[in-house]
C-alpha cells in the first residue's frame, strides 16, 4: 500500500501552476472587462486543479501498465514502481476527472454557458487519451500540443468567458503566454525522458526532435511570453510589472543550453512553473488594474 506522501508525490505537486497560473491569468483579464466573480474563479480553479490531477494519475496508470514507467528518472509513479495496485491509482484518476466535470457542471450551470460542456468533455478526453487507449497522442508527439490547448488557450479563455461573456485581446494574449511557458515545463520533462522514451517506444515531441531541437524549442517558448508583455504594454504600460517574472528563467534557460541530462533537468520543471505562476500573477494585476 502506498504511503500518503507517495500518493501525494504520485499526484505530482509541481505541476499545480499549471493548473493556477491560467485561472489566475483569466481573472485578471476578466476584470479588465469588468466582469471578475470570485465564485466562478474558485469554481474554475476547482476544474483546473482537479484536471490536472486526474492527468496526472491517469499517466501514471497508462505508463505503468504498459511498461513505461519501469526505469522511471523523474518524479515517483505509482504503478511503475509498485507502490499502489493500477486500479487503485485508475480510481484516484478517474475520481479526479469526475470532480472536474462535476465542477464544471456547475460552473456552466449556474453562468448559463451551456457550449462550454463539449469544451469541458473535450478537456476531460484530452486528459484520459494523452497517455490513455490503444492509441495515445502522446505518445505520438501531440502532448506539448493538448498542453497548450487545454492549459494555455481554453484554461486561460474559458475562466474570462464564463464570468464576462466575452474573451478580449488581452485575455488571448495571456492566453499564448501561459500555454507557451505550460508547454515549456513538459517539454523539459519529456527532454528529461529521451532516453527512456525512446526505448519504451514512446515517440514524444523530444523524441522526433532529438536533443538539440527540443532545448531549442523550450528557449523559443521561454521567450514568446516575455515577448507578448511587450505586446501588452503598448496598450497597457503598467503590464511591464511581469518582466522581473524572466529573471526566474535564468537558472532554467542556463542548465538547457549547457547540456545537462537526466535527473539534473528536473529543477528546470519546478523553476518554469513558479516563472508561469509569477508572470500569471504579475500580467493578471496589472490587468486588474487598467480595468
Known sequence: MATVAEWIEGARPRTLPNAIAPVLAGMGAAAQLDAFSWWQSLLALGVALALIVGVNFANDYSDGIRGTDTERVGPLRLV???AARPRTVLAAALASLGVA???GLVLVAVTGTWWLLALGAACIAGAWFYTGGRRPYGYAGLGEVAVFVFFGLAAVLGTVYVQAGRVS???LASAVAVGCLSTAVLV???LRDIPTDREAGKRTLAVK????GTRRLYLALAVVPFVLTGTLAFAHPVALVALPAAALLVTPVRVITGGVTGRGLIPVLRDTGMAM????VLTGAALAWTG
Not at 526532435?209 to 538539440?212: N, R, S
Not at 505562476?277 to 500569471?280: H, K
Request: proline share 0%; glycine share 24%.
Open 80 to 82: 511503475g514502481s509498485g
Open 101 to 103: 466535470g462535476v465542477l
Open 169 to 171: 485581446w488581452e485575455a
Open 188 to 190: 523539459a520533462n519529456n
Open 209 to 212: 526532435l532529438g536533443d538539440g
Open 277 to 280: 505562476l509569477a508572470w500569471a
